[in-house]
């Protein structure tokens, strides 16, 4: 339902000047998402999927069986976490020349090294509009 209710305000308030501020206010920092990412994604995750789910309903992300996606629609950021992968996606305001950069050394700060060797973020953006880029970033088990 509230997937529901986030696409649907997304799409109402797309042409809006009123939502498109409401967007760049909810808009992460890359330290901040990268910080998000490594709290949920590096620690809990490695151990079980089910410890990362709980991890991300207490950062306030509630689950939507529709969709499979845990959706936080008040911040505009939905994870996925399943077996096979752990994923965050959000809005930034962040250029995407440092992006990388920012996301990473914060992710890696918040995991305090703790990352197991071999792995592997997959990063991808979209612009946006409004100053603003969509990212997905990606952790594949």
């Not at 920092?29 to 490594?38: I, M, P, Q, S």
Request: glycine share 8%; with cysteine; charged share 20%.
């Amino acid at each position: 339902m509230k997937a529901l209710a986030l696409l649907t305000a997304l799409a109402i308030c797309g042409s809006s000047a009123a939502s498109a501020e409401a967007l760049r206010k909810n808009a992460m920092t890359a330290e901040a998402a990268g910080r998000l990412f490594a709290s949920i994604c590096y620690g809990p995750y490695q151990t079980s999927v089910e410890a990362a789910q709980i991890k991300a309903q207490r950062k306030g992300f509630d689950y939507d069986a529709a969709s499979g996606l845990f959706v936080n629609a008040r911040k505009d950021r939905q994870m996925r976490i399943n077996s096979q992968r752990c994923a965050l996606r959000f809005l930034t305001r962040t250029p995407v020349t440092e992006l990388l950069v920012r996301f990473s050394d914060a992710s890696m700060q918040a995991a305090k090294g703790n990352i197991p060797m071999g792995t592997r973020v997959g990063i991808g953006t979209e612009n946006a509009g409004n100053g603003l880029t969509r990212v997905a970033a990606r952790l594949d088990k």
